[in-house]
């Protein structure tokens, strides 16, 4: 297997070379370039890829990217049903 | 910092409504540029659903508006090079009573009166609709035009066209002063220089009123908090956007027959398959004032709310949640307007939740408007001052 091919965000199957390209592109947050390949928005909410995610963005972000948005974090901390969601518990 | 920079046109706000406003302009071979203090897309516009819907408006003049959106973003689909995961399947209303079926019947009557596609369903279309439907739903109704988009993917699409229209998007700059020179031009003052500009587009959405405030206009828009719940794909539970009939009582401020939280927080079912296979459901509403930190106890009505339709979704996964500000205005109509008292000064903002439904026909019209042509849609119904009309002069 290439380097490339590597895949960075395994729920998702978004692979090193997908961000490369979209992180070379558009010179973005790691936010932006979340939300424009998926990477950190499957099931594990991030847990595995954040940190790569965070770095691809923030290599490739130009002089023009002075404010780098790192991914956050949103509830619920790990994947819950809906019937202990509506529960409460 | 001394930079001054002199553009035509300065539309503030980048999310999807500026967006918008910056393609249609732009290709209509206007100077464009956009201000956005933040990112793209990352304000409500990216805390929201992506649903094009005709079926939750106001038959008449709400829903006409709507069709025309939803026909510019069928073209949109067309011309835009980035994909926006555009589907056309149209959307469901359900309804849990006699009186809800009642309501829904005359809705239907309205909207086939004002030309739209709508067609009433029984229990056994429901079925076939979705088998994770509770049994007892008695049926609801569709509008086939109703599409769906994915509301970033399409701010970031609208935005990349834009510029190959020669449109300028700077981000991460903030207005912080706007105010009008000698020779009547607006002088625009940002954290990364100063801009001059002929005409300035209000697109901040529920930021609106602190720009309208800078050139002392009054905006009469409020933040109205709404959550939603990402669930992860496991079984395909429907293809089209569902919502209660209760959404819509919910929406215009009617009384329903729901315990007193889920009333309080405005939880309505909510149903919307994404293309990553995975679901959304929502929603409530809630005034708040800008806080977007997601509340547990509302999300757990909204949970409640999914299962009392869904039964048998009640053990797949929620994965993530969210808030977003919808824009509020008083008769749930956005502001789409010139302001006389200051020339060159264009409000486009207030759509609560109906942003991403009405973007494309908001960012037509203030093109029209901009390059003072017949607009596509009447907007005497539109103006900025409409809520003051009882007001002292």
Redesign the interface.
Known sequence: MKEDEMIICRC?EVSYEELETAAAKYK??A??LK??T?AG???C?GRSCRTMVDKIAAASANDQ???C?SLKY???IR?????N????R | MNDTFHRDIVVIGGGIIGSSIAYYCSKSGLDITVLEKKELASGTSSKCDGNILAVDKDPGFDSQMALKSQQLVHELNNELEIPFEYRNPGSVLVCENDTEMEAAQKWVQQQQDAGLDFRMLDREDLRNESAYFADDLLGGLECRTDSIVNPYMLTYSMIHRAKQFGAKIHTNTEVKNLYKNQVNQFVIETNDGIFTANKVVNACGVWAPFIGEMLDIDISIKPRKGQIIVASRQQPVGLRNVMEFGYLISKFGGERQVDPLTDKYGVALVFEPTESQNFLIGSSRQFNGYDTKVDHEVMKYIAKRAVRFYPKIADMTVIRTYAGLRPWTADHLPIISHVEKVPGFYIAAGHEGDGISLAAITGKVIEEMINEKDTSIPIELLRYDRFHVNAKP
Request: with cysteine; glycine share 14%.
């Open positions: 998702e973005c947050s936010r932006e939300l424009r998926r928005m499957g099931y909410g990217n002075r404010t948005v949103q509830p619920p994947p819950i049903s809906f019937e969601l509506g529960r409460g």
